[in-house]
T-cell receptor
């Protein structure tokens, strides 16, 4: 059974800092991995999708990496802003998506 | 990009009533759709896999008679919460992929169900 773990569970940083969110999974036989953002009481916003054959994807200030053999992915956020405050979820697709519990990020002005 | 819609976005009902939630893929056909449930301050838990033209596959612990899933066409799957009770109050999200399970999953905006 696929298990997805996200560390840390919560993170508070001052505005402007670069930060890294971690996602680990137990079964490396995956099709792809997605990072999502979820604001309180809202649905999911897809941030980045990495196919199993890829190593990283970039979108603006966000960079996601994937090391399938070690079962790890990281989401790097550069020059964080208060508007980045949200819960970040990773989802591993191995035929069906398994989500981590998320990292709740607070960026203080 | 591909769009998945859900209707309604929010529903409040009395205990004992049944509620139907629709999930539609607007610009692509989806042979497989997935239904998730999210408890407050928790992550998404897969409830079932909905297959067009066949019975849904439910995850362990999910009552199939409680959560009825119908995938009537390649663009529509419905989740019916039967005889809803307050403990069924939750955020329900569906996802769909154009090429089945290996494809990118596009997620709907979610439906917030509150049972009084």
């Amino acid at each position: 059974k696929q298990e997805v773990t996200q560390i840390p569970a919560a993170l508070s940083v001052p505005e402007g800092e670069n930060l890294v969110l971690n996602c680990s999974f137990t079964d490396s036989a995956i099709y792809n991995l997605q990072w999502f953002r979820q604001d309180p009481g809202k649905g999911l916003t897809s941030l980045l999708l990495i196919q199993s054959s890829q190593r990283e994807q970039t979108s603006g200030r966000l960079n996601a990496s994937l090391d399938k053999s070690s079962g790890r992915s990281t989401l790097y956020i550069a020059a964080s802003q208060p508007g980045d405050s949200a819960t970040y979820l990773c989802a591993v697709n191995a035929g069906k998506s398994t989500f981590g519990d998320g990292t709740t990020l607070t960026v203080k002005p | 990009g591909a769009v998945v819609s859900q209707h309604p976005s929010r529903v409040i009902c009395k205990s004992g009533t049944s509620v139907k939630i629709e999930c539609r893929s607007l610009d692509f056909q989806a042979t497989t759709m997935f239904w998730y449930r999210q408890f407050p301050k928790k992550s998404l838990m897969l409830m079932a896999t909905s297959n067009e033209g066949s019975k849904a596959t439910y995850e362990q612990g999910v009552e199939k008679d409680k959560f009825l899933i119908n995938h009537a066409s390649l663009t529509l799957s419905t989740l019916t919460v039967t005889s809803a009770h307050p403990e069924d109050s939750s955020f329900y999200i569906c996802s769909a992929g154009g090429q089945g399970v290996i494809d990118t999953q596009y997620f709907g905006p979610g439906t917030r169900l509150t049972v009084l």
